[in-house]
């Protein structure tokens, strides 16, 4: 069965270090989604994508946070400057389209981060 | 605005017992909802969705819920707890047509007891 793949699951960083994470999605999924959940907390969406292309961002804190991906395919999720607060896991998703709302989103292992 | 709340942060129930999740949504029209699991340290698994159709919903793993319009509910239920149901369960929401997201709960941690 067919998964969605994330780099690392472990990230250990100090604050002010530049940290990045990698998301391959099912293959042929053309929406793609980063999320990040807080110890005790359901995930809150950062960044969705449909192909290479930014869909909402709205909630993405784009003074640290970037991401991209560049061929429709693959994502990378980076935070620059890291700080105390970014500790959590940052899961990513993937589903077939955008549209209707009745896609199922399927979601990755997950980066577990912690910023000492 | 969608959202949905996850009664009990901690529901605890020992094996061969009735599993019952409750979660209540808030919107102006009937939304998509969905039941997500997530067991430690791994990303979510999708249990059960509810769209349109039928209102009793059935899912993987024994799982199933029911939409309920006048209660603004979609409790999840399972007769009887397995050892391998302790995860924690979110309840998710999103709008019925074109483009939103997906809106989680704050989860509900299932503890199982032999």
């Known amino acids: 069965e067919a998964e969605v793949a994330q780099s690392p699951r472990y990230k250990i960083t100090e604050k002010s270090q530049a940290v990045a994470f990698w998301c391959d999605p099912i293959?042929?999924?053309?929406?793609l989604y980063w999320y990040r959940q807080i110890l005790g907390q359901g995930p809150e969406l950062l960044v969705q994508f449909q192909d290479e292309s930014v869909v909402d961002d709205s909630q993405l804190p784009k003074d640290r946070f970037s991401a991209e991906r560049l061929k429709g395919v693959d994502s990378t999720l980076k935070i620059q400057p890291a700080e105390l607060g970014d500790s959590a896991m940052y899961l990513c998703a993937s589903s077939l389209t955008l549209a209707g709302g009745q896609e199922t989103q399927y979601f990755g292992p997950g980066t577990r981060l912690l910023v000492l | 605005a969608q959202s949905v709340t996850q009664l009990g942060s901690h529901v605890s129930v020992s094996e061969g017992a009735l599993v019952l999740l409750r979660c209540n949504y808030s919107s102006s029209v009937p939304p998509y909802l969905f039941w997500y699991v997530q067991y430690p340290n791994q990303g979510l698994q999708l249990l059960l969705k509810?769209?349109?159709?039928?209102?009793l919903v059935k899912g993987i793993n024994g799982f199933e819920a029911e939409f309920k319009k006048s209660e603004t509910s979609f409790h999840l239920t399972k007769p009887s707890a397995h050892m391998s149901d302790a995860a924690e369960y979110f309840c998710?929401?999103?709008?019925?047509?074109?483009?939103?997201?997906?809106?989680f709960g704050k989860g509900t941690m299932l503890l199982v007891s032999p």
């Open positions: 509810y769209t349109t159709g039928a209102t």
């Open positions: 998710a929401t999103r709008a019925p047509s074109g483009y939103s997201t997906l809106t």
């Open positions: 293959s042929g999924h053309a929406t």
